[in-house]
């Protein structure tokens, strides 16, 4: 048995992208982005009238800063992981881009 398995090797690992740096946090800020609508919703239920914590304009401003803190800390935290989901594709699509054919070799372009 181990006969068989010593005859595979693993695959070569794929270089990462120059840019990756740029792409984790591009990642990052588009989980933040949901995660802000995602607060902005949940606060939206809460009660902000007169009697419970005094309502008006400057609550509806606060408590939109407040959810953008929020989503922007849970995000850099770890977030929920969308950030390393998007990740992985946000590489696949720039490999993709590189090995296609540019458009100048392309109809009335060449």
Request: charged residues 20%; glycine residues 10%; without cysteine.
């Amino acid at each position: 048995m181990s006969n068989l398995i010593s005859g595979f090797t693993r695959p070569p690992e794929k270089p990462l992208p120059a840019n990756i740096d740029s792409l984790k946090a591009q990642a990052k800020e588009l989980e933040g982005v949901f995660l802000n609508t995602l607060l902005k919703e949940m606060f939206s239920g809460i009660k902000t009238d007169q009697e419970s914590f005094g309502g008006g304009f400057a609550e509806e401003t606060w408590r939109g800063i407040q959810s953008e803190q929020l989503s922007n800390q849970i995000a850099e935290n770890g977030g929920l992981g969308i950030a390393d989901s998007l990740l992985s594709d946000l590489i696949a699509m720039q490999e993709a881009s590189q090995k296609s054919v540019p458009a100048s070799s392309i109809g009335a372009y060449r």
